[in-house]
RNA sequence: CGGGGUGUAGCGCAGCCUGGUAGCGUAACUCGUUUGGGACGAGGAGGUCGGAGGUUCAAAUCCUCUCACCCCGACCA
């Protein structure tokens, strides 16, 4: 491509929107136009990119006898109706209606479509597994976009759907397909985690599920993993211990007076004591199935509770904190509470780290006073019950008590899921097997976000110049600038540009005749990993061109023909 | 949806408190001079001040309503 003739433009400033570096240089560098809250138009360099990003799919996908096909963006309200997702995803969707009445959405995914065409053309177990897939458009009206196109509402996405008669088999294509994910993420020249991940309301509990997860500071995700062995969890998920606690036990519960300390750290500090001696005490409202309930949950008091692990475990369908008024009507006083003598109303839940032996502090649910002493084991009236509830920390064991855990920041670019019968037992999908009898088949679901995947390449890899674009992704593999203006090294330039692109390298020739900074500068923002640059002056002298790469700034001087075979060796190093 | 904020030229901002000629930087345009890290000079162009209503002789500025967008939370590729 030549810039002269490209519909480019690039910024000095950013708009005050943007706020993370993948949405400010792309805005910046001219990929990227806002169109409404969470809505984008993709302009040409960022289509090039998104046009990699889904071929590098397409490639892996293939391999694994995945077959391309593409849905409706619309679909009709019958089949989300015949799932049960129709009002469950009423706020997610966008629903309309035709002229007719009838009811429609934009697809924010796509089980119930893929069940639909696999249940019309798939009748015998000889015909599984199935696999299909298809890149395109979602739209989910999020509640908060934000970050540009790291959550957008309208966003490109590859959502894959595997059939399997039994267990083994959906095993079998999920572990085909976590295969596939590493190699598209490996050949992107992406630095990712794969981790352990929460199934959230896509699954049933005890089935897989993990995400892909590229490393980032600007992550919004917390990854758990250990260097000694190959552990990775999302904090979600991650199940971990802690070590070298050491615990006593006192003899009897006694009151101690604790003016105005309402904090764990205050009681803490005052008592000289470290706050895992204490057990600090939340209290949660869980609603499942239009019922009400509260629970008291305990964690170590330096530890943090993971509500996702907590609504899991209540099996709750929202997960709310108690409101103060309702706090004080299960007779608790905030600031103070306890699990000693309360409310029956309230059912008491112990974290897996808390040594129910051992004593502890706790609010004594009087004003100004704690309890220290409190040994669960002795001091409940009940049975006890005990799960995981906090979140992992840096330091950390794993399960085996082996490794010790650290913890980064990721953003989710992929997530694979085993889904079981859920679909095929709601939209009737069924297949009869080697005895003629009739079973739901087993399916998994597979996503990547592509737009993301841009945007969490940009994430890592940039600097205060702007975007560095890995060979695999970059909309053009080489930059060509040309600083001259005599009618000679214009033809040179405009032959080494042909020749180039006859030997099949991407290359976008920078003949607009800017000044050298202007094009430097512009070279740097869109983060081509090779840049190529004719100067008249050291050309005339030396009659060579230089080689610059954007990643660490090495510089080669070539010959004009020496020039492509170098050039081609750079790439091909990077790929 | 709750809390906070912002809307003035393509982009970034000032002006608003204390009402009175619509301003700066940058980009874009023309002419000339420039060519190895966002060149310089000169000239011109670009605005329903988010929208509606109100107060006033007079509103970007004060009041009311409204819309859009951004940030913090639940959601997710």
Redesign the pocket.
Known sequence: MRLSKACW????????????PS?QLLM?AGLLH?S????YQYLPFALRVIQKIENIIREELNKIYSQEITMSMVTPGELWKESGRWDLMEN?MVQFEDRGGKDLCLSP?NEESVTDIFRKIVKSYKQLPVSLYQINT?F?D????????????E???K?AYTFHLNKECMDKGYEEMYQAYSNIFKRMGLDFAIVEADA???GSTDSKTH??QVIAETG??LIVYSESSDYAANIEKAETIRKNLSFSKDSEVTEIDTPKMKSIADVCNHLKVDQYQSLKSLVYTSITDAKESHHLVLLLGDDELN??KL?NYLNAT?LVMTKDETIKDLGLIKGFIGPHNCSENLNIVYDQAIDLDSSYIIGANKVDKHLKGFVPSRNCKDSVNQTDLRNSKPGDYTQCGEHEVKIKKGI????I?QLGDKYTKAMSAQVLDNNGKKVNPLMGCY???????MAAAIEQNHDE?GMIWPMAIAPYQVYFSL???SEEIKKLASDIYDSLVSDKIEVLFDDR??????M??????LGLPI?I???????KESNL??I?LRKCGT?HKVSREGLNSKVKELINNEL
């Open positions: 433009q690039t910024y000095k400033e950013i708009p005050k929107e943007a706020e993370i949405h910046k806002k409404g809250s969470g809505i997610l995914t979602k989910r999020e509640i908060r976009p934000r970050f540009g196109l790291m959550r957008g509402r966003f490109i996405m959502d959230g309301n896509m995400e892909f919004e995700d509500e996702v609504k929202y989710e670019v992929g997530h899921f996503g990547i976000g592509v737009t993301r995947t110049q600083i001259g203006k005749g800017l000044g050298p900074g202007a430097f500068k512009d070279s740097d923002l840049r640059t004719l100067g008249e002056r050291d050309y061109l230089e610059k510089v």
